[in-house]
Protein backbone atom coordinates (compact mmCIF):
# COMPACT_ATOMS: atom_id res chain seq x y z
CA UNK A 1 0.00 0.00 0.00
CA UNK A 2 1.42 3.23 -1.21
CA UNK A 3 0.87 6.47 1.14
CA UNK A 4 1.87 10.24 0.36
CA UNK A 5 4.28 10.52 3.22
CA UNK A 6 6.65 7.72 2.48
CA UNK A 7 10.09 7.70 4.61
CA UNK A 8 12.79 4.94 5.23
CA UNK A 9 12.79 2.82 8.01
CA UNK A 10 16.34 4.76 9.24
CA UNK A 11 14.28 8.13 8.67
CA UNK A 12 11.17 6.71 10.73
CA UNK A 13 13.54 5.62 13.39
CA UNK A 14 15.79 9.31 13.68
CA UNK A 15 12.21 11.14 14.26
CA UNK A 16 10.63 8.83 16.66
CA UNK A 17 11.59 7.42 20.06
CA UNK A 18 11.91 3.63 20.24
CA UNK A 19 8.20 3.59 22.10
CA UNK A 20 6.59 5.79 19.08
CA UNK A 21 8.55 3.76 16.66
CA UNK A 22 7.61 0.11 17.86
CA UNK A 23 4.04 1.12 18.03
CA UNK A 24 3.50 3.49 14.53
CA UNK A 25 6.07 1.14 12.59
CA UNK A 26 5.85 -1.78 14.10
CA UNK A 27 2.19 -2.20 14.98
CA UNK A 28 3.34 -2.15 18.49
CA UNK A 29 0.56 -1.12 21.96
CA UNK A 30 0.76 0.41 24.55
CA UNK A 31 0.17 -1.14 27.95
CA UNK A 32 -4.30 -0.10 28.44
CA UNK A 33 -4.86 2.59 30.66
CA UNK A 34 -1.52 4.17 30.61
CA UNK A 35 -1.73 6.11 27.48
CA UNK A 36 -1.53 10.31 28.21
CA UNK A 37 -4.64 11.14 26.24
CA UNK A 38 -6.89 8.18 27.56
CA UNK A 39 -8.70 11.34 29.96
CA UNK A 40 -7.89 13.92 27.60
CA UNK A 41 -11.71 15.90 27.45
CA UNK A 42 -10.84 19.33 26.08
CA UNK A 43 -12.08 20.29 22.24
CA UNK A 44 -9.73 20.02 20.11
CA UNK A 45 -8.23 17.43 17.23
CA UNK A 46 -6.13 14.63 17.38
CA UNK A 47 -3.56 14.03 15.03
CA UNK A 48 -0.96 11.46 13.83
CA UNK A 49 2.40 11.97 15.91
CA UNK A 50 4.18 10.44 12.93
CA UNK A 51 3.01 12.96 10.20
CA UNK A 52 0.46 15.23 11.94
CA UNK A 53 -2.48 14.46 9.69
CA UNK A 54 -6.03 15.39 11.41
CA UNK A 55 -7.43 11.89 12.82
CA UNK A 56 -10.14 12.57 14.96
CA UNK A 57 -12.55 15.30 16.74
CA UNK A 58 -12.05 15.26 20.23
CA UNK A 59 -16.66 15.34 19.46
CA UNK A 60 -16.05 11.97 18.81
CA UNK A 61 -14.03 11.01 21.63
CA UNK A 62 -15.98 8.68 24.33
CA UNK A 63 -15.53 6.60 26.97
CA UNK A 64 -15.65 3.43 26.40
CA UNK A 65 -13.80 1.63 29.52
CA UNK A 66 -11.24 -0.05 27.24
CA UNK A 67 -8.06 1.47 28.66
CA UNK A 68 -7.26 3.26 25.03
CA UNK A 69 -9.08 6.23 23.13
CA UNK A 70 -11.33 5.48 22.11
CA UNK A 71 -13.43 7.60 19.31
CA UNK A 72 -17.00 6.19 17.34
CA UNK A 73 -15.62 7.68 13.84
CA UNK A 74 -13.09 9.56 12.36
CA UNK A 75 -12.62 12.71 10.93
CA UNK A 76 -13.35 11.90 7.79
CA UNK A 77 -14.02 9.18 5.66
CA UNK A 78 -9.90 9.04 4.15
CA UNK A 79 -8.51 10.23 7.27
CA UNK A 80 -7.74 6.18 8.10
CA UNK A 81 -7.14 3.02 6.46
CA UNK A 82 -8.85 -0.17 7.58
CA UNK A 83 -6.86 -3.26 6.82
CA UNK A 84 -7.26 -7.24 8.00
CA UNK A 85 -4.78 -7.55 10.94
CA UNK A 86 -4.78 -11.33 11.42
CA UNK A 87 -1.69 -11.45 14.62
CA UNK A 88 -1.79 -12.99 17.45
CA UNK A 89 -4.12 -15.61 16.36
CA UNK A 90 -7.36 -13.55 16.03
CA UNK A 91 -8.69 -11.90 12.93
CA UNK A 92 -9.30 -8.16 13.58
CA UNK A 93 -9.23 -4.68 11.62
CA UNK A 94 -6.30 -2.65 11.78
CA UNK A 95 -6.28 1.27 11.86
CA UNK A 96 -3.55 2.98 10.27
CA UNK A 97 -2.78 6.69 9.14
CA UNK A 98 -4.03 7.27 5.50
CA UNK A 99 -1.09 9.79 4.72
CA UNK A 100 1.92 7.70 6.15
CA UNK A 101 0.50 4.04 6.85
CA UNK A 102 1.23 4.68 10.51
CA UNK A 103 0.09 1.75 12.87
CA UNK A 104 -2.72 3.36 15.14
CA UNK A 105 -5.11 0.84 16.73
CA UNK A 106 -7.85 -1.41 16.29
CA UNK A 107 -11.17 -0.74 15.39
CA UNK A 108 -14.47 -2.87 16.86
CA UNK A 109 -18.44 -2.77 16.11
CA UNK A 110 -18.87 -3.16 20.38
CA UNK A 111 -20.08 0.44 20.78
CA UNK A 112 -24.11 0.36 20.66
CA UNK A 113 -24.24 3.86 22.90
CA UNK A 114 -22.27 5.87 19.55
CA UNK A 115 -24.01 7.05 16.57
CA UNK A 116 -21.78 4.34 14.67
CA UNK A 117 -21.61 1.39 16.96
CA UNK A 118 -17.94 1.43 16.17
CA UNK A 119 -14.96 1.92 18.97
CA UNK A 120 -11.95 3.12 17.02
CA UNK A 121 -9.37 2.27 20.14
CA UNK A 122 -5.93 4.58 19.74
CA UNK A 123 -3.15 3.95 20.96
CA UNK A 124 -2.05 7.36 22.92
CA UNK A 125 1.45 6.95 21.85
CA UNK A 126 -0.12 7.08 17.98
CA UNK A 127 -1.34 10.56 18.43
CA UNK A 128 -1.11 14.00 19.07
CA UNK A 129 -3.64 16.27 20.39
CA UNK A 130 -4.27 19.77 19.82
CA UNK A 131 -6.78 22.38 21.60
CA UNK A 132 -8.93 24.88 19.47
Given at each position: MDFPVNKTDEQWRSEL???????LR????ER???GELL???RTGS??????NA???KSETKFDSHCGWPSFYEPQADHAVVIREDRSHGMVRQEVLCSNCGSHLGHVFEDAPQTPTGDRFCINSVSI?????
Open positions: TEFEYFVQAGTAYTEEHFKCRACFLFTFETE
